[in-house]
C-alpha cells in the first residue's frame, strides 16, 4: 500500500485512502460513515435553512450547532472547505459519504445559483426510490416469512421430531403399520446418512458465505440470478428505471446528456453497464437520444416513443422521470400480481408437508390403539 501511495503521488493525485484489494473497502466504509450523517436528513435542512435566506456557510454553521455524535465532524469539515475557499461541491466530493449524483447536481448548480432547487430534486428523487424499495420489499417480505417459517417448522419435524418417534417403533415385533415402517427408515437414513449431509449443508453455507464475502465472485453470481429467464425482465426494467430517472434529474439539474448518462451508468449492474456505455458513445456520435438508446438496447418501446416526444419538445429531463415512473409502477404491479399468486401456493405446499408429517407419526398410534380396543 505505501508503494501504490508513493506511485500516486508521483503522477500527482491525492490520496485520500488506501485498502486492500478483495474486499469492498469503500462500500463499507462509506456505510460506516452513513452512520455518522443522515444524508436525506441533512440535505433537506439545509435547503430549508437556504430557502429561509441563510448563506450556505451560516447554514452549515445552524447545522453544525445543532448536530451530534459524528455528524458533526462532517458538517465541520464541509465548512472549513468552504471557508477555505473551496466549493460546496468540491468539499462534498471529499466526502464518501455523499452521492457522486448529489455532487453532480451541486456542481451545475453552482453554474446556475439555483441550489435549493436542485437539492429539492435531489430529495424527491431519494424519496422516490425510497417508496419504490419500500413497496417492494413490504410486498415481497409476507411470502418470504411465510416460507422460511413453514421451512423450519417441517425441518424441525423432520429432523428432530420424527426421529424420536420412530425410536418408540424400533422395537416393537409384529406387523407394524406402513407410517411406522417408514418412520423407521427415515430415522436409519438419518443416523447412517444424517452426519454426511449436515457436512455438505455447512459447505454449502460457507461456500455462500465466500462468495458473498468476494466482491467478484458476488458480481457472477449477481450475472447468473440476473439472466434467469423469469426475473431477467423486470430486473432490467427495474434497473432501467433507476438509470432513466438519474438520468432525468441530471438534465433538468442542468448537466449536458452525455456527461449525465456517463454518471448515471454508475447506477447499472454490471450486465447493463456496457450497453450505458454505447448510449454515451451513440450521444457523442451525433445520435439522437431516442436512437442512441434503441441502438443499444436501452429502451423499451414505451420508452423510446416517449424519448422521440421529448426531443420534439425539448425537454428530455422531464420525459425521462416519467418514463422512469412509468417502468417502476410496471414492476411494482407485476411484482405485487406475482406475489399475490405466489402466497397461496405457498401456503399449500407448506400445510401438505406439515400435514403428511403430522399423519406420519400420529397414523401408527391410532392404528396401535384401535388393535388393543
Request: aromatic share 8%; charged share 15%.
Amino acid at each position: 500500500m505505501a508503494d501504490a501511495r508513493e506511485q500516486a503521488g508521483r503522477l500527482g493525485y491525492a490520496v485520500l485512502s488506501c485498502q486492500p484489494a478483495g474486499w469492498n473497502w469503500s462500500l463499507l466504509s462509506a456505510r460506516h460513515a452513513s452512520k455518522g450523517l443522515d444524508v436525506a436528513v441533512f440535505i433537506e435542512q439545509l435547503r430549508d435553512l437556504l430557502v429561509a435566506g441563510l448563506s450556505v456557510i451560516e447554514a452549515l454553521d445552524a447545522l453544525r450547532r445543532g448536530a451530534k455524535g459524528a455528524s458533526v465532524a462532517s458538517i465541520e469539515r464541509i465548512e472549513r472547505q468552504l471557508r477555505e475557499g473551496k466549493t460546496l461541491s468540491d468539499a462534498l466530493a471529499a466526502d464518501a459519504t455523499f452521492a457522486p449524483l448529489l455532487i453532480a447536481l451541486v456542481k451545475a448548480s453552482e453554474l446556475t445559483s439555483d441550489l435549493p432547487q436542485t437539492l429539492t430534486r435531489f430529495l424527491e428523487h431519494e424519496q422516490r426510490v425510497t417508496e419504490v424499495r419500500h413497496r417492494l420489499v413490504s410486498t415481497a417480505i409476507y411470502p418470504l416469512l411465510l416460507m422460511g417459517v413453514g421451512s423450519l417448522v417441517l425441518m424441525f419435524l423432520l429432523f428432530y421430531v420424527m426421529p424420536r418417534f420412530a425410536r418408540v417403533f424400533e422395537g416393537m415385533t409384529g406387523e407394524l403399520p406402513w407410517s411406522a415402517h417408514a418412520m423407521v427408515a427415515w430415522a436409519q437414513w438419518l443416523h447412517t446418512q444424517g452426519m454426511w449431509w449436515l457436512g455438505g449443508g455447512l459447505a454449502l453455507a460457507l461456500v455462500l458465505a465466500v462468495i458473498l464475502a468476494s466482491p467478484s465472485l458476488r458480481a457472477r453470481l449477481v450475472q447468473r440470478v440476473f439472466a434467469w429467464g423469469p426475473l431477467h425482465e423486470r430486473l432490467t426494467t427495474y434497473f432501467l428505471a433507476r438509470w432513466y430517472r438519474a438520468t432525468g434529474m441530471l438534465v433538468q439539474g442542468g448537466i449536458p446528456l452525455p456527461q449525465a448518462l456517463r454518471l448515471a451508468n454508475g447506477l447499472l449492474p454490471s450486465s447493463l453497464r456496457a450497453g450505458g456505455h454505447a448510449v454515451v458513445q451513440a450521444v457523442n456520435d451525433g445520435l439522437a437520444p431516442s436512437a442512441a438508446h434503441t441502438r443499444a438496447g436501452m429502451a423499451t418501446p414505451i420508452a423510446e416513443q416517449l424519448m422521440l416526444a421529448g426531443e420534439r419538445t425539448g425537454d428530455l429531463g422531464a420525459v425521462l422521470t416519467r418514463i422512469a415512473h412509468f417502468h417502476e409502477s410496471e414492476v411494482s404491479r407485476s411484482l405485487e400480481r406475482t406475489m399475490r399468486a405466489l402466497e397461496p401456493l405457498v401456503m399449500v405446499f407448506i400445510g401438505l408437508g406439515v400435514g403428511l408429517v403430522v399423519v406420519l407419526m400420529y397414523l401408527p398410534i391410532f392404528e396401535l390403539a384401535a388393535a388393543i380396543q
